[in-house]
């Protein structure tokens, strides 16, 4: 596995502004907002405030003298969404009546001492979605993301261990083929599966040539509210161009994955020169054990590797000027239809470099607007089903609030020809 090489600043400054774009803020200004409002009650949905209902909560982690969750040994990746979760935890914050959408980085921005890390990871995390838009918006960031870095082609790669139900149904059935198949398979394989059905698929994933016609799949179990969620997310990714192959080799355990798990690489068959650019996927199961009620959570994190020659860079980074920028755009997207359009008009503003802010979730017309005018953006665009399917927005100027119709390619310049 190959990792793409990047100076650790512009990949930074390109990746936040990317990011933020999309809608994802850094985690640290996340907290720091939490922490303003001091004396708010805790949210209904995070762990106790107290250190013991914390740890109690939590889920624990694993001692010295044992071995790593299961998870971890599947999907190494886990362990970023884990380490995520208890920051989280840690500070009783949840989604509420609004998602999460937030970023991390093992790059800090303000420190002036000390070369990049060899390794750089930069996570992008969507919590309080259950809806499919939550994978596609993460991986719609994502692939913006390896654009502007120079990417020219980038591939999703996607597996679905479904629900609770589908991942049983699995395990029982890999179960009974291995029982089946024991004096034909190799002794890791067996010494797996005596701990977890779903290591030892993960042993088979690792020997990628070498892996039965007839072994069963993840994706041959899937329940119909599992197939329903997977429809619905091929057709966001479709919606937003994302070019996606099914990928049976790929797997992550039940204990952290629900439905979906992904990754972008340089290509669209496995071979030696292929990038890894990065991994993730829904892990609803592993936010369950930190928070006291289920809460959706969708990650994704890119791993790049520090340019040689420009690992010794340690001058701060002053990422104000992208994230203070000032909305130029509102954007208001009404209804299904209207969600699978969204993808189009948003990336597009961001290659006209029109500041554009959103919601992910579902609010009311008028709460938005109301928020439009208080805010003091400039420009509202609005999509309902009639104009997705028109190809068309609705551009309300939001001092004199008098509105037109402008064709969605049109938009860029639109705004290109149209001052603040």
């Keep these: 596995m190959r990792l793409f090489s990047y100076s650790p600043s512009e990949f930074y400054k390109k990746a936040v502004a990317c990011a933020a774009h999309y809608g994802f803020l850094p985690l640290h200004e996340l907290l720091q907002r939490f922490r303003a409002q001091g004396t708010q009650e805790a949210p209904a949905t995070a762990t106790k405030t107290s250190s013991k209902a914390k740890k109690k909560n939590a889920a624990k982690p694993a001692s010295k003298s044992t071995a790593p969750p299961l998870y971890r040994r599947v999907d190494a990746v886990s362990r970023h969404f884990e380490s995520t979760l208890k920051t989280l935890a840690a500070e009783n914050l949840a989604p509420q009546k609004e998602p999460l ?3 991390t980085s093992n790059i800090a921005p303000h420190s002036a ?20 838009i939550a994978e596609a918006l993460v991986l719609k960031a994502a692939t913006a993301i390896l654009e502007e870095l120079g990417v020219k082609e980038s591939y999703t790669h996607l597996n679905s261990i479904g629900d609770k139900d589908s991942s049983l149904k699995f395990a029982r059935e890999l179960t009974a083929y291995i029982r089946r198949t024991a004096d034909t398979l190799p002794r890791p394989i067996l010494e797996a599966h005596k701990e977890d059905a779903f290591l030892a698929y993960a042993y088979f994933s690792r020997r990628r040539q070498d892996i039965p016609p007839d072994l069963p799949r993840p994706m041959e179990f899937l329940t119909s509210t599992a197939r329903r969620h997977l429809r619905e997310t091929l057709e966001y990714l479709e919606a937003a161009e994302i070019p996606y192959l099914f990928e049976d080799a790929l797997i992550g355990h039940c204990d952290c994955y629900t439905h979906t ?15 890894h650019f990065a991994r993730g996927g829904r892990f ?11 809460t959706p959570a969708v990650g994704m994190v890119l791993h790049v590797a520090a340019a040689p020659e420009t690992r010794k860079e340690t001058r701060p980074l002053n990422l104000d000027r992208i994230l203070r920028r000032r ?3 509102f954007f208001i997207r009404l209804g299904y239809a209207a969600e699978l359009k969204s993808f189009a008009i948003i990336e597009a503003l961001r290659r006209a470099r029109v500041p554009t802010l959103h919601y992910v979730h579902s609010c009311p017309l008028s709460e938005q607007l109301s928020y439009a005018e208080a805010a003091q953006i400039p420009y509202t665009i609005i999509m309902g089903q009639k104009e997705a399917v028109e190809g068309r927005v609705i551009v309300r100027h939001t001092a004199s609030r008098a509105q037109e119709t402008v064709s969605i390619d049109e938009l860029p310049s639109y705004f290109k020809g149209v001052r603040t």
């Design 327 to 329: 909305p130029r755009v």
């Design 113 to 132: 001492h000390g070369a990049a890390p060899k390794k750089i990871s930069f996570g992008l995390y969507l919590l309080g979605i259950r809806g499919s």
């Design 284 to 294: 609803d199961e592993l936010s369950r054990k930190f928070f006291r009620t289920p």
């Design 101 to 103: 959408l937030f970023f």
């Design 261 to 275: 798990i992904f990754e972008l690489r340089s290509s669209a068959e496995p071979n030696e020169d292929t990038t």
